[in-house]
């Protein structure tokens, strides 16, 4: 959908699949001063892609560092609140003493997740201390070297919905994930739903979207029930396959503009 609104707009535009490509890691760069649009699903391809192809000399959208802090949800967390952007309270720890002991401090519930991780996946509520231990104990003694850290946020008692502000460059559309489920995902079943955007959700969308450094991205907010607005995480590859045709934001035509907009 978006080559479609591309090649619409005129645009020259070359396809290329992460699966195929093999870059040389020289300082050599490309002639022509190229826009990349980074579409691969892969943290880990479009991470090195980004940062190989800015060395050849492309303009990418978003940015090998944007996608390093938006793939990494500690890191996220770390340059909203250098920031000033308001967010649940998160903490960051190596041992599964150490977190239990900060959990039962702080008190709860409490919310761990994956610090990279997508889709609601293994997104865990603990609501006392056995459960606290069961997970702390299942973070640090399976998976690998990487997966050994822990992130720990206040949990939101959101009003059955979250938000989601696209930005390109600014605030350009929204939709609201409602769910039975306290983790409000579209890919474990929430529905989206149509979303204007008001002027301060914008706002602080744009602010978020800014203290992470990325172009195009999805800024998910969670509401308290008293109002309050919090950014939860920015998703740095922006999808649209479940939303599109009920909330009516014209992604890929947007996505297409900005991309035609940037000069690298
Ligand atoms: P993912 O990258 O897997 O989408 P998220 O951090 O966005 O991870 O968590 C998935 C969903 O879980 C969110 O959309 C939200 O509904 C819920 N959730 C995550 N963190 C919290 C929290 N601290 N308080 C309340 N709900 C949360
Ligand atoms: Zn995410
Ligand atoms: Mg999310």
């Known amino acids: 959908m978006i080559l479609e609104a591309l ?5 020259a535009v070359e396809l290329h699949q992460d699966s195929d490509l093999v870059l040389p890691l020289d300082a050599e760069r490309w002639p022509g001063g190229n826009v990349v649009l980074m579409r691969s699903m892969s943290l880990t391809r479009s991470r090195y892609l980004a940062a190989i192809l800015e060395v050849k000399g492309a303009r990418v959208v978003n940015s090998a560092r944007a996608i390093a802090t938006c793939g990494d949800k500690i890191l996220t967390n770390l340059a909203l ?6 967010m649940p309270w998160s903490f960051a720890g190596f041992e599964e003493e150490a977190c239990v002991a900060e959990i039962e401090r702080r008190g709860y519930p409490v919310v761990t997740k994956p610090a990279v991780g997508s889709w609601g996946r293994m997104v865990a509520r603990i609501d006392g201390r056995s459960a ?3 997970l702390m104990q299942m973070r640090f003694e399976t998976g690998s070297a990487s997966d050994h850290v822990a992130l720990v946020q206040q949990y939101i008692d ?3 919905y979250d938000l989601r502000v696209y930005v390109m460059g600014r605030a350009v ?3 609201r994930r409602r769910s039975e489920h306290w983790v409000t995902n579209t890919a474990r079943g929430a529905v989206p739903e149509r979303y204007e955007v008001p002027e301060s959700h914008a706002k602080l969308a744009e602010r978020a979207a800014a203290a992470v450094g990325v172009d195009i991205a999805a800024v998910d907010l969670l509401e308290t029930r008293g109002g309050e607005l919090l950014v939860n995480e920015i998703n740095h590859c922006v999808e649209f396959a479940r939303s599109i045709e009920i909330t009516r934001v014209p992604l890929p035509e947007l996505i297409a503009d900005y991309a035609i907009g940037v000069h690298p």
């Open 7 to 11: 090649r619409k707009r005129d645009c």
């Open 132 to 134: 606290a231990e069961g």
């Open 81 to 86: 609140a250098a920031h000033g952007v308001p």
């Open 173 to 175: 559309g929204g939709i």
């Open 158 to 160: 959101k009003p059955g």
